[in-house]
């Protein structure tokens, strides 16, 4: 797996989503050095493909949204998203067989 800084991606758990109408195509799990469970992460399927939605909530009254757990740089996001999805890809191609 991926491994910069200190941060290590040592799992990856995907659960496909089932709706043709749903924009959310998986939920996602992932394990942090072995010692951090993240949960609640999503695969959207938005105006410019496919990618990782953090955890949050919308604001009240807004359209805005408010992250629970997100990554602090653009170097973990990058390699955790390249994770997610790839195996998010290997999960739908293995159900397709």
Request: charged letters at 25%.
């Amino acid at each position: 797996m991926n491994k910069h800084s200190n941060l290590e991606i040592t799992a990856v758990q995907i659960w496909p989503v089932h709706k043709a109408e749903s924009r959310i195509k998986a939920m996602a799990t992932i394990t942090v050095n072995d010692s951090l469970r993240l949960s609640g992460l999503k695969i959207v399927d938005g105006r410019n493909g496919l990618f990782v939605s953090w955890p949050g909530e919308k604001k009240a009254g807004t359209d805005h949204y408010f992250n629970f757990i997100y990554p602090v740089s653009r170097e973990i996001g990058d390699a955790i998203q390249r994770e997610v999805m790839e195996r998010y890809h290997q999960t739908v191609l293995a159900q397709a067989a």
